[in-house]
């Protein structure tokens, strides 16, 4: 069996997360949202891939190369516009040789969904799961085992049942596509919609994991939820007097300096530069390169390549971004609170603050529960941030 | 990164050994080598490029072989270290790709067995270790044997009298090819895709059993596996270039990873580092190198003499070995990309010959520079392809910062909290490359300026200097485009009178101490009606009304703005030559690594 990753979305809702990289490359756990897909085809034994990229394919195609490091082979194929996932698939029309899987690149996939598809007798299967928001989401009615319909974000929802946008397609479903999509259908969930009659798509509710980030708190979640650790692994180089519990794992070239207490799981990358006393809480993921001063917690939080934290900071249940560079007594607490997505309110549960790229934060500013900072802002010393700050702000 | 390649058919073993191996040798090549069953076990292996074991490669006969291709990342490249290793019988020949963590551990235990050990390498130990459980069915010696092993791996076997090859892999890249009473194994599919388009994968924790009768996929636990093989469809150039057009795209995009690498292998440490003499105060500094090294030697000086207030000299390697004998200089950096520079080299003898401590910075481990110099600083850019260098020159910068803070650490020029800033600083470059190369595209557009140009000028002050020249070298060299690096405030001693409408004008005007007299000297040119390239940081507007292109890079602290403005001048010089329809991985009369005086 061959797939098709469509891996060309530009992901705007994630901002201000897209801004420093596409979707796909979102790094969950340390590993980019693709990687996480390829590594539960590659397991299921499906290898040979091809990638549907568009705009800053460079840094996908550069991490993943030929595909020979994750042990599968991959060919890509280029959407120059962003027309939408049906579009986006037949770019990629003359791959398959017989019947394949097509999967968005953007949402994370357990290797046990991909076998559920394989296991299947029916050529054409949609993979399906359950949402709390199905609105947002292609929503999917069945009749015994064979989908019967499927809506597109409807305004109202009668059913849980979601597509995944996850689908086992027979070759000639690309060949019925055509006509659709050059009559200007874009989005793939509404093209096998109106080819629903002649496909008889049957519909697997999957039991493994499936996630979206729809928006960037959901980083923090997803983070947590893939984070499969066991035991303790260390390539950095530990100093002495710092306690470590549970499921951590540290990256060559990072020092954790005396004093620090870490209680897994907990994951710090490479080159990192950590204490002296630093208390890491779960589940916290540390990227590549990040240094954190003395007497700084992070708990709960997904710190990401590049930043920097100076001393005594809170970081509670928060994203900080690449390259962000975090002045002494920042303050990011976190309880249940209202993010703010254009007009909608989000209820999220004990949520701290989503901090942009290359964003500068004085000393002693505070954030304040579900506000969101852009990238290249400067919060100067001293201010609280109560609301969403737009891209290359300042705040005075 | 290593290649492997296994093999067992009809053919002459050798020749398809040495065949896939070339193909290979992007993976690696510092030493290579081989071993086929022609009745008894037959190695071959030699220090060097794949061409150097081929020039020396005797008549070997048989059917059945293993090939290696190496790129030492520990351990020096040599004859003993080059794979393939034999056990002490002669009977069993391995190679293998990967690290074996606890290799210490087993060879205590194998030497009190008796066995004798000929080398320090992971890999000798798993050869013994198979040969020690080895009952007369090697695929379960393998598997035995791997049992016992921590690490990383994929390796191929063979032994005397069989036609089999039993390889494993973890974690380590390792793919077989199926043929017509031949099959194969290799390190990817590039290395197959001459013979067989059919391939399977296998995964970690996998062995298999390769022999002209076919192949069988075993799991961790021996059981049978059925794996039904996929269809390569696409040719072997294209494999290799992972979906960019050519090597030097490509190579340009994986900067963010390379800078990275060099950071993470040295920062930690980076206050002690031994790479100054131990003895001596160094007082005063003289780098040496060729090309595109001397360019980033240049830099080298802005950036050391800023952070460590030490006087730099930057000298020609060819050029300073035939000046005549000045006082010794207490420390001298020799910068080669492939540490085989023959001027380089010669530079760095004479430089020792006057008594100068000798600091090699250079990309590969184990090659001829790093015998010679007292000390070595490695990039870590992994091997480069393309002729023209771009992550190698990103990377030599790296390690000319590493370096400046250590001096000026060791100097007291900066303190604790000094170097914590830069530390920081430098974390944060592999990002600030990633958002250049998210912009590609303004350098696509700004190449057409370049369109029916015969030459063009680039111009910088101070740090920005050298990469104007850099900038202007890689236009040169792989578009053929005549071009020159000028410090903007010698553009009036001479060149503006060369140029007029047909030729353009590339001048960094960047956030620093330097911006206003840039400003000018653009102002100057633009008089005189030539097309103008700015490269401007984003919120810079001046700058919009001065040129008829503007390029945006991100801001960054000016000391580390050579690295983002390389970038994006190597993206423009790419995509130059790309729009003039140049051969850019391999421009005429160039060669990688220059070997001759």
Same mark, same amino acid.
């Given at each position: ?396 | ?33 081989? @071993?086929? /069953?022609?009745?008894? %076990? !037959? ?6 490029? #794949?061409? $150097?074991? =081929? ?84 695929? @379960?010696? /393998?598997?035995?044997? %791997? !049992? ?6 994929? #390796?191929? $076997?063979? =032994? ?438």
């Amino acid at each position: 069996m061959q797939a098709i990753i469509l891996a060309a979305g530009h992901g705007t809702r994630l901002w201000p997360l897209s801004e420093a990289r596409p979707k796909v490359m979102m790094p969950i756990g340390n590993k980019p949202i693709l990687e996480h897909i390829v590594q539960s085809l590659v397991s299921n034994g499906v290898t040979e891939m091809a990638m549907v990229v568009g705009h800053r394919r460079g840094m996908i195609q550069s991490h993943f190369g030929d595909g020979s490091e994750f042990g599968a082979l991959i060919s890509y194929y280029e959407q120059s516009k962003p027309l939408g996932t049906a579009h986006a698939l037949l770019c990629a029309k003359d791959f398959p040789r017989g019947d394949f899987l097509v999967l968005p690149g953007d949402n994370v996939i357990s290797p046990e969904g991909i076998k559920e598809l394989l296991a299947a007798e029916e050529t054409n299967c949609a993979l399906l799961a359950r949402s709390p928001m199905p609105s947002k989401y292609g929503v999917v009615e069945m009749s015994d085992l064979i989908v019967s319909s499927m809506d597109e974000k409807p305004s109202r929802a009668d059913t849980s049942i979601i597509s995944t946008g996850v689908y086992r397609l027979g070759r000639e479903v690309l060949k019925s596509m055509e006509g659709p999509v050059s009559d200007g259908s874009t989005g793939l969930t509404d093209v096998l919609s109106s080819l629903l009659p002649e496909l008889s798509m049957r519909g697997i509710i999957t039991r493994g994991t499936w996630c979206d980030a729809v928006y960037p708190w959901d980083v923090i979640d997803m983070s947590s939820r893939f984070v499969s650790l066991d035991g303790q692994s260390v390539a950095g180089r530990v100093e002495s007097g710092v306690v470590m519990k549970g499921a951590v794992e540290i990256g060559e070239g990072t020092r954790i300096r005396a004093g620090c207490y870490i209680e897994g799981p907990v994951i710090i990358g490479k080159g990192c530069d950590i204490g002296p006393h630093v208390a890491l809480s779960p589940v916290s993921i540390i990227g590549d390169n990040v240094s954190i001063s003395s007497f700084s917690h992070i708990s709960g939080s997904v710190l990401l390549s590049g930043s920097s934290i100076d001393s005594h900071c809170h970081i509670s249940r928060s994203l900080i971004d690449s390259n962000v560079q975090v002045g002494p007594h920042f303050c990011s607490a976190s309880r249940n609170a209202y993010g703010r997505v254009k007009e909608d309110l989000i209820p999220l549960n004990d949520i701290g603050c989503v901090i942009g790229s290359n964003t500068e934060v004085g000393g002693g500013v505070s954030v304040s529960p579900g506000a969101v900072v852009g990238t290249h802002c400067r919060l100067r010393d001293g201010t609280t941030v109560r609301e969403n700050i737009t891209d290359r702000s300042e705040v005075y | 990164m290593c290649g492997l390649i296994g093999y067992s058919g009809p053919r002459d073993v050798s020749e398809v050994l040495l065949d896939s191996l070339k193909k290979l040798e992007y993976r690696g090549y510092d030493s290579a080598g081989m @071993a086929t /069953v022609n009745g008894h %076990l !037959e190695v071959h292996k030699e220090k060097g490029e #794949i061409s $150097v074991m =081929e020039k020396s490669m005797p008549w070997m006969e048989g059917n059945t072989g293993i090939g290696h291709t190496r790129w030492a990342t520990c351990g020096a490249p040599s004859w003993k270290n080059a794979h393939p290793f034999l056990s002490q019988d002669r009977r069993i020949a391995l190679v293998h790709n990967g690290i074996i963590e606890n290799h210490n551990q087993i060879r205590k235990g194998l030497l009190e067995n008796g066995t004798v050990f000929d080398s320090q390498t992971d890999t000798e130990v798993l050869v013994h270790l198979i040969s020690q459980y080895h009952n007369g069915d090697l695929h @379960a010696a /393998v598997r035995r044997a %791997l !049992e016992d092993v921590r690490g990383t791996y994929s #390796i191929a $076997v063979v =032994e005397e009298f069989s036609d089999e090859v039993v390889v494993a892999r973890k974690e380590s890249p390792l793919v077989l090819g199926l043929g017509l009473n031949e099959n194969f194994a290799a390190s990817d599919v590039t290395a197959l895709l001459e013979y067989t388009s059919d391939v399977v994968y296998m995964e970690d924790g996998e062995s298999a059993v390769i022999s002209p009768r076919g192949i069988s996929l075993h799991g961790a636990d021996g059981s049978v596996i059925d794996r039904p093989p996929s269809k390569v469809e696409w040719s072997m150039e294209e494999a290799r270039k992972g979906g960019f057009e050519h090597y030097m795209l490509k190579e340009i995009f994986e900067q963010p990873r390379s800078i990275s690498e060099t950071i993470i292998s040295y920062i930690d440490e980076l206050e002690t580092l031994e790479i100054l003499p131990s003895r001596r105060k160094v007082d005063s500094v003289k780098i040496l190198a060729c090309g595109t090294s001397y360019n980033a030697g240049l830099v080298g000086k802005y950036v050391i003499e800023e952070l460590s207030g030490i006087p730099v000299q930057v000298e020609i390697a060819s050029e300073y070995r035939y000046t005549t004998k000045t006082n010794r200089c207490s420390l001298v950096v020799l910068i080669t990309q492939s540490g085989e520079t023959a001027d380089t080299l010669a530079a760095c003898r004479e430089a020792k010959e006057r008594g100068s401590y000798t600091l090699a910075i250079t990309n590969v481990v184990g090659s001829s520079i790093t015998r010679e110099a007292d000390a070595v600083l490695f990039t870590k850019a992994g091997p480069e392809i393309s002729v023209a260098a771009t992550k190698t020159y990103t990377a030599q910068l790296i390690a000319v910062y590493l370096l400046g803070a250590r001096l000026a650490y060791t100097s007291r020029a900066m303190g604790e909290e000094e170097m914590r800033i830069i530390k920081a600083s430098l974390r944060a470059l592999p990002n600030k490359v990633s958002e250049v190369l998210d912009r590609a595209q303004s350098l696509q557009a700004a190449a057409g300026i370049f369109r029916d140009a015969t030459s063009a000028f680039f111009i910088g002050r101070n740090r920005n200097f050298p990469s104007m020249l850099e900038g202007a070298l890689k236009l040169k060299e792989i578009s053929y485009v005549h071009a020159e690096g000028y410090a903007a405030g010698e553009l009036k001693h001479g060149p503006l009178a060369l140029l007029d409408e047909s030729t353009p004008l590339v001048a960094a005007c960047l956030d620093d101490h330097t911006y206003d007299k840039m400003v000018s000297n653009v102002s100057e040119v633009a008089a005189r009606g030539s097309p103008i390239l700015i490269i401007a940081t984003d919120d810079n507007e001046e700058c919009e009304t001065l040129a008829d292109h503007i390029v945006r890079v991100p801001p960054i602290e000016p000391l580390f703005s050579p690295v983002t403005l390389a970038v994006a001048l190597q993206l423009l010089s790419y995509y130059v030559a790309k729009e003039r329809g140049m051969p850019i991985d391999k421009p005429r009369n160039l060669a990688k690594s220059v070997t001759v005086e």
